[in-house]
């Protein structure tokens, strides 16, 4: 499918009511998983490791880069709005960088079945386009932190981590694939 094929069917998607419902599941789901899940280790405090991103590959393979785009992007700025709300920490560089992480895992899994050589493709290219590069650049500015310092400390911790999502996201999409049920329910309908 082209790239053009690929954006308008993904938006699509969001005038049904079965892939607006999904969404609008996963979106909380990724709130739930923002606000509770995240966690930073004591010896990097500028990475966060967490399950956000589950949700957010399930609506990248079922519907699409724009759909996932927004669960990514609206997940973030939701879950800190209720995480604390009295101390209103949006970084909009960061919620940038969700917004185009989402959007580029729904370019690559988008209509295509569940495979651990597409998933480790989609994470490649978000950890080298978005949260090593991007992600790194925000949190140097913010915490005038060497650049080079925070890419190495980063690199560490979320190349190794990009394993565990693959692994985790394979298992869940042939979840999906496998149940004729679940399948028949999410997807949509053409």
């Known amino acids: 499918m082209s790239f053009f094929k690929t954006l308008k069917s993904s938006s699509q998607n969001l005038s049904k009511i079965g892939p607006l419902c999904v969404c609008s599941m996963m979106l909380a789901l990724r709130?739930?998983?923002?606000v509770f899940s995240n966690f930073t280790l004591s010896f990097a405090p500028f990475v966060k490791i967490g399950f956000t991103f589950l949700p957010i590959v399930i609506v990248a393979y079922l519907y699409g880069p724009v759909?996932?785009?927004?669960?990514?992007?609206?997940g973030d700025i939701l879950s800190i709005i209720?995480?604390?709300p009295t101390s209103f920490s949006l970084m909009p560089g960061i919620t940038a960088c969700y917004f185009f992480e989402g959007f580029?895992?729904?370019l690559v899994l988008y209509s295509h079945s569940a495979?651990?050589?597409?998933l480790s493709i989609a994470f490649l290219v978000v950890l080298?386009?978005?949260r090593l590069p991007l992600n790194t650049l925000v949190l140097h500015i913010m915490m005038n932190i060497?650049?080079?310092?925070?890419?190495?400390w980063r690199s560490i911790i979320l190349v190794p981590f990009a394993i565990v999502e693959i692994m985790l996201s394979f298992?869940?999409?042939r979840l999906i694939e496998k149940s004729p049920q679940l399948s028949q329910l999410v997807k949509p309908k053409n």
């Open 31 to 34: 709130i739930v998983l923002g």
């Open 67 to 74: 759909c996932a785009a927004i669960v990514s992007g609206f």
């Open 82 to 84: 209720l995480s604390n």
């Open 104 to 106: 580029l895992l729904g």
């Open 115 to 118: 495979k651990v050589w597409r």
């Open 128 to 130: 080298t386009m978005c």
């Open 146 to 152: 060497p650049y080079f310092e925070l890419l190495m």
């Open 171 to 173: 298992i869940i999409l």
